[in-house]
């Protein structure tokens, strides 16, 4: 099955700004009906009130969220070579098109029958190829793209506040200057503290596998991963982070594997692995 989702723009226009997280939250279960390799497509409304479409999200992963977390329970996650973000400003209005679906959209104003639960609707394999087709020569969203999440973090961890800033201009991605200034002055200030305090907690030991490199070798070699990626909108803060071995730290980047809360597990598309020490989460 695939699911048709009405993005409202301001939450759009914000994520665009603080790193697209190929993934979305929702409080409607529908959202975990959807198989992993099927298309989550979205769209948005445009200042001109034209309705556009926005991205497609080819499901990799589906996911519990934290029963803290406030945008829904439900959270599934594309694939971050088959999405695709579309540049909206450069788009075809689709109104039309999704009042034939056979999804109640009859509303006068079309985002009035996309409210709440109802935001996220199932869609037949022929409005899917639809949405395909139309899609095809829609050009790409050039800010979509993912910073090198790896390498941002390490220099993040050692507080090289010019070496980020290197990175994300010679990346060239059109990020925001509020996000800009957060990767390149807050956060290797703040991640310096929450590495450290993450490392007094565990003493040195790999939340997953429970490594104890401290232990071996008398010095503490795990690393502090953010488990909401920094470059697609994570916090900095200690709820969102994990002291993990280079092993464990390399696949979960390498695989781009979430973490489920339903039992704190990340998810590697073969298997999963659970989280066995937990003290702070």
Known sequence: ?????YWRSDN??????FGLGYHLN???PILHNIEIGDSL??????KNKMYVL???????SKTFNSPKFRYGKYRVWGDLEKSRYFDVNENISIEQVIRTFDINAKAKVLGQSFQGLASVKQINFLENQILTKLSQKLRREPRAKILPEE?????IILGNSELVQELVKSEGYGISEKRREYLYKNAPKRNAS???ELNRIYKGQCQICGWQSLEIYGVSLCE????????RGGEDELENMISICPNHHTAIHKLDAPLDYKDYSFDFGRFKEKIIINSHL
């Not at 099955?1 to 989702?5: A, D, G, H, K, Q």
């Not at 759009?12 to 700004?17: A, E, G």
């Not at 497509?41 to 445009?46: C, K, N, V």
């Open 151 to 155: 390498q941002l973090e390490a220099e």
């Open 26 to 28: 929702h409080s409607n």
């Open 41 to 46: 497509w979205a769209f948005t409304r445009l």
């Open 194 to 196: 929450l590495a450290k």
């Open 54 to 60: 926005a991205c497609e999200m080819v499901i990799k």
């Open 1 to 5: 099955m695939s699911l048709l989702y």
């Open 12 to 17: 759009y226009f914000r994520d665009l700004d």
């Open 224 to 231: 502090a991963h953010h488990i909401q990626w920094l470059s």
